[in-house]
């Protein structure tokens, strides 16, 4: 699966982007599709927290959703410490 993550907000307002492929499980990749299938939405004034906005990439599937600090599925949360792991 390839993704690309882009954080932003923050204190500092700094955006990092990641970008790469994961060879995930069949259980952790329908646990991470499922949620950015369905996404929940994002708070708008949300002060000095961090956006997630993930585009998932599966043969000719493409998957977009965003979050936010206090609504990011724990699944997610898990799939960018792996990412910031290999980065």
Known sequence: ?????EVSGGFMGR????EGELHLSQESRARILKWV???IAP???LRDG????F???EGK????ANFDDTNLPEPLRDLMENVKKQG
Not at 1 to 5: E, L, S, V, W
Not at 15 to 18: F, I, N, P, S
């Open 61 to 64: 599937l493409s998957y977009s």
């Open 50 to 53: 961090l956006r997630y906005s």
């Open 15 to 18: 955006v990092k982007e990641y």
């Open 37 to 39: 299938q369905t996404p």
């Open 1 to 5: 699966m390839k993704y690309r993550i």
């Open 43 to 45: 708070k708008v004034n």
């Open 55 to 57: 585009t998932l990439q």
